[in-house]
């Protein structure tokens, strides 16, 4: 077996957490440090030497991207790995069937459907300093929670975190600021008569207000005022993706796109392309930073959704992409540099397409065996995307797998973590 190995981020450590499957194992030789992962271990702590920005107090910066897995299993265990060396950084006891909302790539939120909401810094990051970046690691620290969030949905913008409790039908707001210092402090409280969602955006938020057959949005100052309502209903709202000045929210019929620019609201109805068949609507959107697209699950395709296009007030032009698959795709998302999208197939693989053009570049099998999607309660295999390589869950054999999607779907590292949902930090 050829082992290729990409050493500009990832470097090919021997994988120290159990590594399964013996067709998968990559038995790295010949362990070439760049030098990254020796900050921490000598215990140095602040910035570089020569840096020109200070490091925050406990952090200590390192020469580039050092990113870690953070993995929550059905029980509740969850799981930190560093990706550079494979091993296991920490774990910890937390709540049965939670799940992982992202912020920020750097904050686990682990909602839990009967409980409070934990807040994780899994303690590595980027930031942006001009036209270069520094990168940081510290210890992952339980910074706090939220009680009886029961469920909550999270989402993170316009440098807010709201966390929406179903049962209270409010949100609590976090300051992204604040969070990076290390302080869970509730900043504000939005009501929301709906169990939809509360989503920050150009400092204001919106909220969603169901009825049995429908669903409309309204946007919200910081008292929680309704100043607008927006017109377009939304049968069935379930998914969205945030911008700064705009949503895109999925409905049975279509997507509704929101906005907020220069103190004026509007709202636009697009209705799905031919073909996406009623039940295959997407209920899960992604997209990534600095793009403007958006990627959803349609059933037997990946439906691609250009919000910059949608949001142009004539709109002549199709903001859709549908790119049909070989079968039942499982999960989607966009590759980092949002330049492709990621298909993972109830068969077990793993298809890269051309975001633009739809043209299928890369397949690579990835799961063991295949999905069975009529099996019901058992949890369905799902992906996140950190830099350039995809971590694929496989909850049947509780296994993680890290594949490189530009080498043709290569399996680089399996971990032997029976993740139900993760997120990639510091990448
Ligand atoms: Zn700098």
Not at 158 to 176: E, I, M, N, Q
Not at 419 to 426: D, K, W
Request: charged content about 20%; aromatic content about 6%; glycine content about 10%.
């Amino acid at each position: 077996m050829t082992v290729h190995r990409n050493t500009r981020k990832f470097a090919a450590h021997r994988v120290a957490v159990g590594v399964l499957a013996a067709a998968l194992v990559v038995t790295a030789a010949g362990c070439s440090s760049d030098g990254g992962e020796d900050a921490e271990t000598q215990g140095a702590s602040g910035a570089l030497a020569g840096s020109d920005l200070a490091a925050e107090e406990g952090s200590t910066e390192v020469p580039g991207p050092s990113p870690r897995l953070a993995a929550v299993d059905a029980a509740g265990r969850v799981v930190i790995l560093d990706l550079e060396t494979g091993d296991e950084l920490t774990d910890f006891g937390g709540a049965q069937d939670a799940r992982i909302s992202a912020v920020d790539d750097r904050f686990a939120f682990l909602t839990a459907f009967d409980g409070d909401t934990t807040i994780v810094d899994v303690g590595s990051w980027s930031t942006d300093h001009g036209d270069h970046a520094h990168s940081y690691v510290k210890t992952p620290t339980e910074l706090g929670e939220i009680e009886d969030a029961q469920g909550a949905h999270v989402v993170a913008n316009d440098g807010k975190v709201a966390v929406f409790s179903p049962r209270g039908g409010a949100a609590s707001v976090l300051s992204l600021p604040e969070l990076r210092k290390g302080k869970v402090d509730v900043v504000g409280m939005i009501n929301a008569d709906a169990s939809g969602v509360v989503i920050p955006m150009a400092d204001h938020f919106v909220t969603s207000r169901d009825t049995e057959t429908s669903s409309t949005f309204e946007l919200r100052d910081s008292t929680s005022a309704v100043v607008h309502e927006f017109t377009d209903a939304c049968p069935n709202f379930e998914g969205q993706a945030v911008f700064r000045t705009s949503i895109v929210a999925a409905c049975d019929d279509g997507f509704v796109v929101l906005s907020y620019i220069n103190a004026e609201s509007s709202s636009r109805k697009i209705a799905y392309p031919e073909g996406v068949a009623s039940g295959a609507r997407p209920t899960t959107l992604r997209t990534t930073a600095g793009s403007s697209l958006v990627v959803g699950n349609g059933g037997k395709e990946v439906l691609v959704f250009d919000s910059a296009l949608s949001s142009t007030v004539d709109g002549a032009e199709v903001p859709w992409t549908q790119i049909p698959t070989q079968g039942q795709v499982l999960d989607a998302a966009l590759s980092g540099n949002g330049k492709q999208v990621l298909a993972l197939l109830a068969d077990g693989s793993l298809a890269v397409f051309d975001a633009q053009t739809g043209e299928q570049v890369a397949s690579g099998q990835v799961l063991s065996s295949p999905f069975d999607t009529s099996a019901g309660a058992e949890a369905a295999p799902s992906f996140v995307v950190g830099a350039n390589r995809a971590y694929v869950t496989e909850p049947a054999v509780g296994a993680v797998h890290e594949v490189d999607y530009l080498d043709n779907g290569r399996v680089a590292r399996t971990f032997d973590v029976a993740a139900t949902s993760l997120m990639v930090a510091g990448f």
